[in-house]
């Protein structure tokens, strides 16, 4: 039933959020713009990219970098519907945002509502029946049902609802590095995979060669000691 009051209520605002839709580029999510390096990114959310965490070095250079704070916003923005922010990026290129917004701030919302705020940025909403990945890189794929979506030749944002509460989250992504990225995090789970034997042998022997040198040291200092 929410589907069709959302494609309802698209049909009789069409020409008003397409208008909308043409104020704010596609390319950029809020003051964060795909593309952008981490470096970037991070003074944006007054945060230093050594937190970024590294998910794969091979075949490139995946890394997130979570943010669950309201300080980068200015006092004047407060209260914000923001409760948390992930950023992944794909070479130090930002490729996809997944936006947590606060269940307090969205109590008693509507799937409707959220995505008439969001049309008022973005324009018209499709309703396709579809999933997004919500999931952090490198991690086991997490899918929900995508409520809306808004999208240009390059660019997507997708609303859903997260899976427990009552709240909602958007997935907001530049087709192109995304991707790149998804691809990129295929090859390596299967490197992975594929070199796993030989990590564990590794593993085995290194843990092998500590004991026994553990075992040569104690033999060493107890030799001399030891009384009949």
Request: hydrophobic residues 40%; proline residues 6%.
């Amino acid at each position: 039933m929410f589907r069709f009051r959302l494609a309802l209520i698209g049909v009789l605002f069409l020409p008003l959020f397409a208008s909308l839709g043409t104020a704010q580029s596609f390319s950029r999510y809020r003051d964060f713009e795909f593309g952008t390096d981490i470096d970037t990114v991070a003074k944006q959310i007054h945060m230093d990219a050594s937190a970024a965490t590294t998910v794969h070095r091979r075949p490139e250079v995946i890394q997130t970098l979570n943010w669950r704070q309201y300080s980068y916003l200015s006092s004047a923005a407060k209260p914000d519907s923001l409760q948390s922010l992930r950023f992944d990026f794909y070479n130090g290129a930002l490729a996809r945002i997944v936006v947590g917004y606060d269940p307090v701030q969205a109590q008693g919302l509507t799937v409707e509502d959220i995505a008439e705020a969001i049309s008022n940025v973005y324009g018209y909403p499709a309703v396709p029946d579809a999933t997004v990945l919500i999931s952090p890189p490198g991690s086991v794929e997490e899918r929900r049902p995508v409520l809306a979506r808004w999208e240009s030749p390059d660019y997507s944002y997708s609303l859903f609802s997260v899976a427990y509460g009552s709240s909602f989250g958007l997935i907001a992504l530049s087709k192109r590095l995304d991707l790149m990225a998804t691809v990129a995090v295929r090859e390596a789970n299967r490197l992975d995979a594929l070199e796993a034997p030989m990590r564990e042998a590794a593993l085995q022997k290194k843990e092998e060669e500590d004991r026994q040198a553990a075992r040569d040291k104690a033999r060493l200092l107890s030799k001399p000691n030891f009384r009949p």
